[in-house]
């Protein structure tokens, strides 16, 4: 059973960091396609990060590039997002997602996606 576990959200002031963390159990960890996503309130879900853990090959979306780093943990099996310089617009729920079967594309499209963590809020107040 896949199984992707979240922490680390939370209160921030604008300009402040957080490191976002995501367990994941149930697959092979250390090859697969990950990705972080936000969904703010009466907004789509949208892709923030994606990495290949077995490469760390990374995208990012335009919005936080520079300011926000994905990176993987393979002997921990755990996903970090690192959020620097946040901004009031980057408050939204958080999600882990991993593309836990078959043959995975690192992408910022939900739907290629099969498993999801339960989210973790973040606000980030001006």
């Known amino acids: 059973q896949v199984q992707l576990v979240e922490s680390g959200g939370g209160s921030v002031q604008a300009g402040g960091s957080l490191r976002l963390s995501c367990a994941g159990s149930?697959?092979?960890?250390?090859?697969?396609?990950m990705g972080w996503f936000r969904q703010a309130p009466g907004k789509e879900r949208e892709g923030v990060a994606a990495?290949?853990?077995?490469?760390?090959?990374?995208i990012y979306a335009d919005s936080v590039k520079g300011r926000f780093t994905i990176f993987s943990d393979n002997a921990a099996n755990t996903l970090y997002l690192q959020m620097n310089s946040l901004k009031p617009e980057d408050t939204a729920m958080y999600y882990c997602a991993a593309q836990s079967s078959g043959a995975c594309a690192v992408t910022l499209v939900a739907g290629r996606y099969n498993s999801w963590g339960q989210g973790t809020q973040v606000t980030v107040s001006s």
């Open positions: 990495i290949y853990t077995g490469s760390r090959w990374t």
């Open positions: 149930g697959y092979i960890y250390s090859r697969t396609c």
